[in-house]
C-alpha cells in the first residue's frame, strides 16, 4: 500500500474533490487514510466497492462502538450527559445496524410514498416562490444560501411534517439549538414538549390535509408497540437528516450551474431535463463526503484487509468520479443514461429514505429559481466564494448573487 493521505482535507472549487485527494483518484479503490489524530483509517472510492461495502454486514453504522472514528476534534469533544441523550436520539435510525434498524426504518419509510410527496409539491412551489419574492424584494446582491437554499428545504420539511407555518421559527430555532447549541438537552425537551402536543391534537381531530405525522401514526398503530417517544424521534431524524444535505446541494448545484452557462441556458430552454439535471448536479457536488463506518470484522479486499475495529470511509466526490463507472466523470453532463446511479444518497440499507423528497425540492427550486431570475449570477468572482472547511459534509459558507 502506499503513503497515507490526511483526510479530511478542504475543497477549492466548491463542487470538484479536494485536491489532495488525488492519490487516493490515483488508488482507486480502496487506500489508507489519516485522521486529524493520526488514527489511521481507509478511504473506499471506487464505485463497485462502495455499492459492496455498504450491504456488507460486517460494516456497521453502530454509533456506540469505542472504535468509531470521528472526522475531527470537534466531532470527538467530549459531550455532556444530556447531549449524549440527544445525540443517541439522532443516530437512532442512521447508527444503528440490523433488525432495530429494519423496524424503525420502516416507521420513517411510512411517510415517504410517492402519494404523499406528490401532495406536497404545490405546497413546496409556494414555498420556492414565497422565498424569492421576498430575496427579489430585498434586492441584490442577496445571499442565495440564507434567502433561498437554507429556508425552502427547512419549510418544506416543515410542511411535510405537518408543522404550522407560524410556529416554524420556534421549530427551526430548536432544531438549531439542539445541533449546536450548548443547552441541546433543554432545547430537545421543549421540542418534544411541542411535538407531543401535535401528535395529541392530530389524534384527537385529524386534519383534512393529512401529514406525514398521519402516516406515522397510522403506522405506529398497525405495529402495535412503537410508542409516542419513537414516533418523535422519527419526526427529529427527519428534520435533521434532511434540511443540511438538502440545502447544501441547492447552494452548491446552483454555484455549479452558474458556472457551466452554456449547460443552464440548455436547461433554461427545456425544464424537462430538470428531473436529470437535478441528479446530475447531486452526483457532481457530493455533499456527504467521508460516510462513515467501522469494521466489526476481518474484510479481505484483494489482497488488502481491512481489520476488525478499523474505520472506513466513503468519499463519494471520488466514487462518483471512478472511470469504470463513468464516461468522462468529471463533466456535468445530464445525458448520462443511467443517472439516478450516483451513490451520492448511499447504498445498502441506510440508503436515504428522503431521497425522493430532496428530488422533488431541488427539481422545484432549481427548476423556479432559473426560470424568474434569467440574469442570475455570482456577486464575486467564482474563486472567492467561501466553501465551509473539509468535513464528512460539503458545503458553502455564503453564496452572493446578483440578478
Ligand atoms: C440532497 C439531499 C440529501 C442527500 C445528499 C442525502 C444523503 C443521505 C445519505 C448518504 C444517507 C445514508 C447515510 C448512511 O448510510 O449512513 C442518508 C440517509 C438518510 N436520509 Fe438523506 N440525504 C438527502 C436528503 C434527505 C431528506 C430531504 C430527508 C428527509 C426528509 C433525508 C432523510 C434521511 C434519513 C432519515 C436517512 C437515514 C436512513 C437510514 O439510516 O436508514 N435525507 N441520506
Redesign the pocket.
Known amino acids: 500500500m502506499t503513503d497515507s493521505v490526511a483526510f479530511p482535507q478542504d475543497r477549492t472549487c466548491p463542487y470538484q474533490p479536494a485536491p489532495g485527494y488525488q492519490p487516493l483518484a490515483e488508488q482507486r479503490p480502496l487506500s489508507p487514510i489519516t485522521l486529524y489524530d493520526g488514527r489511521q483509517a481507509w478511504a473506499v472510492t471506487g464505485y463497485a466497492l462502495t455499492r459492496q461495502l455498504?450491504t456488507d454486514p460486517r460494516i456497521s453504522?453502530d454509533r456506540t462502538n469505542p472504535q468509531w472514528p470521528m472526522v475531527s476534534a470537534a466531532a470527538a469533544v467530549e459531550f455532556s450527559d444530556a447531549q449524549r441523550k440527544v445525540i443517541k436520539l439522532l443516530t437512532a435510525?442512521?447508527?444503528?445496524d440490523g433488525a432495530p434498524?429494519r423496524a424503525?426504518?420502516k416507521l420513517?419509510q411510512a411517510g415517504?410514498t410517492i402519494r404523499r410527496i406528490d401532495a406536497l409539491r404545490p405546497k413546496i412551489q409556494e414555498i420556492v416562490d414565497r422565498q424569492l419574492d421576498e430575496m427579489i424584494a430585498s434586492g441584490a446582491p442577496a445571499d442565495l444560501l440564507r434567502a433561498y437554499a437554507s429556508p425552502v428545504?427547512l419549510m418544506?420539511?416543515c410542511a411535510?411534517l405537518g408543522i404550522p407555518h407560524e410556529d416554524q421559527d420556534f421549530f427551526e430555532q430548536k432544531a438549531y439549538q439542539i445541533l449546536f447549541g450548548p443547552n441541546a438537552g433543554g432545547a430537545y425537551d421543549e421540542l418534544m414538549a411541542y411535538l407531543v402536543k401535535l401528535i395529541e391534537k392530530r389524534d384527537q381531530q385529524p386534519d383534512p390535509e393529512e401529514s406525514f405525522l398521519d402516516d406515522l401514526l397510522a403506522a405506529r398503530d398497525a405495529a402495535g408497540d412503537v410508542d409516542y417517544e419513537e414516533v418523535l424521534q422519527?419526526l427529529l431524524?427527519?428534520?435533521v437528516?434532511?434540511?443540511d444535505?438538502?440545502s447544501?446541494?441547492?447552494a452548491l448545484g446552483a454555484f455549479t450551474l452558474l458556472q457551466h452557462p452554456d449547460r443552464l441556458a440548455e436547461l433554461r430552454a427545456d425544464p424537462s431535463l430538470l428531473p436529470a439535471a437535478v441528479d446530475e448536479l447531486?452526483r457532481l457536488v457530493?455533499?456527504?463526503d467521508g460516510?462513515?463506518?467501522v469494521a466489526a470484522e476481518d474484510i479481505e479486499v484483494g489482497d488488502t484487509t481491512i481489520r476488525k475495529g478499523d474505520g472506513v470511509f466513503?468519499l463519494?466526490s471520488l466514487i462518483n468520479r471512478d472511470e469504470n463507472a463513468y464516461d468522462e466523470p468529471g463533466s456535468l453532463d445530464w445525458h448520462r443514461p443511467a443517472f439516478r446511479d450516483h451513490?451520492?444518497?448511499?447504498?445498502?440499507?441506510?440508503?436515504?429514505?428522503?431521497?425522493n423528497?430532496?428530488?422533488a425540492?431541488?427539481e422545484i427550486a432549481f427548476g423556479t429559481l432559473i426560470e424568474r431570475l434569467p440574469g442570475l449570477r455570482l456577486a464575486v468572482p467564482g474563486e472567492e466564494i467561501p466553501v465551509k472547511p473539509g468535513d464528512a459534509f460539503q458545503g458553502l459558507v455564503e453564496l452572493p448573487v446578483a440578478w
Open positions: 455498504l453504522s435510525l442512521v447508527g444503528v434498524h424503525r426504518r420513517v415517504f428545504p418544506s420539511l411535510l422519527a431524524i427527519v428534520l437528516t434532511g434540511h444535505t438538502t447544501s446541494s441547492i447531486t457530493a455533499v456527504p460516510l462513515q463506518r466513503f463519494f451513490l451520492t444518497y448511499g447504498f445498502g440499507p441506510h440508503q436515504c429514505v428522503g431521497q423528497l430532496a428530488r425540492i431541488m
